[in-house]
Structures are given as structure tokens and as C-alpha cells.
């Protein structure tokens, strides 16, 4: 039989098969041109296969494979609570994050992190590995759950010295509530700082104003040093207040009166403390030790006329020394 050839179906590949179909010149019986038309086989028994390019072997195709997307099992798209969210519609599967998200694991972020909002961090310990810090907020509140008096506060540095690891920072004790520049602690800081062993390092700066004492035991200073003693006028005989050490006591009374310097056990001025005496007015000051307290001074412990002054020193806790324009 001759043969016409017909396009295959739509999404397979673009080739045409020999459907056989007869001519109308040909000999046929219709049963056995149907069989050939659609077995691609002369006198189809039923027991031979089918030809590969047949019509028969195309829609067993299409068959076969209907029935492979029929058998696939369904399946289900879930998120894990607050994590992932899962939706569908016809045709379409949308995966996406929910307004608040929670992460119960590990987070990797290998790029960059923009936060719009506030950024809390919980734990014990937050590990910031970075060249640089760049904070906008010109105040940084440390110690937050500090509810008592009960942490040293301050800044911290690590360093290390002849392979030891060791720190350095500006720190609030507070045990005394003194602010401490030290260096050469050993013991990692937690919420207190180890000031044992502690060097008290150097600081240098422009200028220094002081509305209290300055105690050391070397101060150095280069150009040109504004002190300013402060004044404590007195009227009547006086006895000195810790809050003198560093004045000048002026004594601005008519007649003899007396400026006593109490006991240590009234008064516990530190070691070392100085205090001025001026007599401004015309009566005769005169120094007077306190219960238990030696003053020494020559020739005597009277200021010996008006405008003259005397410098107290403290050299032991009940011993005074007066130096300064003195008579008997």
C-alpha cells in the first residue's frame, strides 16, 4: 500500500510517521487498512507489538504518561511556626517570612543585615568581630540592670605583654565610687573588676578643673597652673571641718579669738591635708589643739598680727605641724 504521512501531535517531537492509510488505487480490505493505520503492521495478529512510530505506540504514550502524574502522591507544603509562611492558589505556591519571625537555631548571614526597627540581643555574651564601630547616639548607657550599687562600670581593653593576656580600663569602683585608669590586671573582667595587682597608669591632658581636692603624690604640670584656693570666712572662734583641707580659714574677728583643730576621732582628715590661716581682723588669732592633738609650731601658735597666716599640716593622726608668720 502507498502511504500519507500526517504531522505528529502537539508536544512531541516535530516528526511525521507513515500512517499508511491507503490510496485509492489500492486493493484493500478497510478492517485491515484501519489495523495497519493504527499498528503500523501488515495483518495485525493482536500478538506482535506495535510499530515504534505508530499511532497506536504515540497514544499509549500520551497514556502512560497521564497515568505517572495520576500516581504521583500529593504533597504538602508546610512552614515551621513563625518561621516560614506556605500559601497556594491555582497554579501557584507562595513561600514567604511572616511579620514576626523566630529563628530557634543558628542564623549565618554571609552579606549585609539592615535592622529597621529596634535590635534586641539576649544572652550572656555578644561578640561584635568588626574593624570598626560607628554609633549615631552620643550616649552609651552601660549597666542597665545595675538595681543596686552592686558593679564596677566602665571600659574595658585587652591586651598582651610578654605573652601574658592582660586588661586594661577606666572603671568605677564601687567599692569607694572612685573612677580608676588602670592597666596590668590579669583576671578577665566580669561584672567586677579585679583591681588586685593593678598598675594606676599615666594620663595626660589639655587642662584640669577640679570643684574638690587633687591628691597625689607627684603632680606635674608644664605652662602656666591656675589654683585657686577657696576662702572660708569666720566671724567668731572656729573649729576646722573636713571640708577645709585645701582652703584658706579667714578669720575676720575684732578681739582675741581661737581656731581649734579637732581629734581624729571627730574629724578624720587624711594624712597630708593642708589648711591656711589669715587673720583679717584685729583681734589676735590664736591656734588651739583639740582633745588628744600636739600642734607644733615656733615660736608659738598665735598669728602674730593682722594679715599674717600660718599653713596647717597634718603629719600623723593627732600631730599637726603650723608653719607660717607665728608669735608666742
Known amino acids: 500500500m502507498a502511504g500519507q504521512l500526517i504531522s505528529d501531535a502537539s508536544g512531541y517531537e516535530s516528526t511525521e510517521f507513515d500512517t499508511?492509510?491507503?490510496?485509492?488505487?489500492?486493493?484493500?480490505?478497510?478492517?485491515?487498512?484501519?489495523?495497519?493505520?493504527?499498528?503500523?503492521?501488515?495483518?495485525?495478529?493482536?500478538?506482535?507489538?506495535?510499530?515504534?512510530?505508530?499511532?497506536?505506540?504515540h497514544l499509549k504514550d500520551i497514556n502512560d504518561r497521564l497515568t505517572s502524574v495520576e500516581t504521583i502522591p500529593?504533597?504538602?507544603?508546610?512552614?515551621?511556626?513563625?518561621?516560614?509562611?506556605?500559601?497556594?492558589s491555582v497554579g501557584n505556591i507562595i513561600v514567604g517570612l511572616p511579620d514576626d519571625v523566630t529563628i530557634a537555631s543558628d542564623?549565618?548571614?554571609?552579606?549585609?543585615?539592615?535592622?529597621?526597627?529596634?535590635?534586641?540581643?539576649?544572652g550572656s555574651t555578644t561578640f561584635v568581630n568588626t574593624q570598626s564601630v560607628s554609633v549615631t547616639d552620643p550616649m552609651i548607657l552601660l549597666s542597665t540592670n545595675n538595681s543596686g550599687n552592686l558593679l564596677d562600670i566602665g571600659m574595658v581593653g585587652k591586651y598582651v605583654?610578654?605573652?601574658?593576656?592582660?586588661?586594661?580600663?577606666?572603671?568605677k569602683d564601687e567599692s569607694d565610687g572612685v573612677w580608676k585608669l588602670v592597666s596590668g590586671v590579669s583576671a578577665s573582667?566580669?561584672?567586677?573588676?579585679?583591681?588586685t595587682g593593678a598598675t594606676y597608669d599615666n594620663i595626660k591632658i589639655g587642662s584640669l578643673e577640679?570643684?574638690?581636692?587633687?591628691?597625689?603624690?607627684?603632680?606635674?604640670?608644664?605652662?602656666?597652673?591656675?589654683?585657686?584656693?577657696?576662702?572660708?570666712?569666720?566671724?567668731?572662734?572656729?573649729?576646722?571641718?573636713?571640708?577645709?583641707?585645701?582652703?584658706?580659714?579667714?578669720?575676720?574677728?575684732?578681739?582675741?579669738?581661737?581656731?581649734?583643730?579637732?581629734?581624729?576621732s571627730s574629724v578624720t582628715f587624711p594624712i597630708g591635708s593642708t589648711i591656711s590661716v589669715?587673720?583679717?581682723?584685729?583681734?589676735?588669732?590664736?591656734?588651739?589643739?583639740?582633745?588628744?592633738?600636739?600642734?607644733?609650731?615656733?615660736?608659738?601658735?598665735?598669728?602674730?598680727?593682722?594679715?599674717?597666716s600660718a599653713t596647717l599640716i597634718k603629719r600623723a593622726t593627732d600631730t599637726w605641724v603650723a608653719v607660717g608668720d607665728l608669735a608666742v
Open 278 to 308: 589669715l587673720q583679717t581682723g584685729s583681734g589676735q588669732t590664736t591656734i588651739l589643739a583639740g582633745s588628744g592633738v600636739t600642734i607644733n609650731g615656733t615660736p608659738g601658735l598665735k598669728l602674730r598680727a593682722q594679715w599674717s
Open 74 to 88: 500529593s504533597v504538602t507544603l508546610t512552614g515551621t511556626a513563625n518561621e516560614v509562611n506556605v500559601s497556594a
Open 20 to 57: 499508511k492509510i491507503p490510496s485509492l488505487n489500492d486493493q484493500a480490505n478497510i478492517v485491515e487498512a484501519f489495523k495497519l493505520y493504527h499498528y503500523g503492521i501488515d495483518n495485525y495478529t493482536g500478538s506482535e507489538s506495535p510499530a515504534a512510530n505508530s499511532v497506536h505506540a
Open 161 to 171: 605583654q610578654s605573652a601574658s593576656t592582660l586588661y586594661t580600663g577606666f572603671v
Open 210 to 264: 577640679a570643684t574638690g581636692n587633687i591628691s597625689g603624690i607627684n603632680l606635674t604640670a608644664t605652662g602656666r597652673s591656675d589654683i585657686r584656693i577657696p576662702a572660708n570666712e569666720q566671724t567668731a572662734s572656729y573649729t576646722l571641718v573636713l571640708s577645709d583641707v585645701g582652703k584658706i580659714v579667714e578669720m575676720n574677728v575684732a578681739s582675741a579669738n581661737n581656731l581649734t583643730v579637732p581629734p581624729n
Open 189 to 195: 573582667p566580669t561584672t567586677q573588676f579585679d583591681f
Open 107 to 122: 542564623l549565618t548571614v554571609s552579606h549585609n543585615l539592615s535592622v529597621g526597627g529596634n535590635l534586641t540581643v539576649s
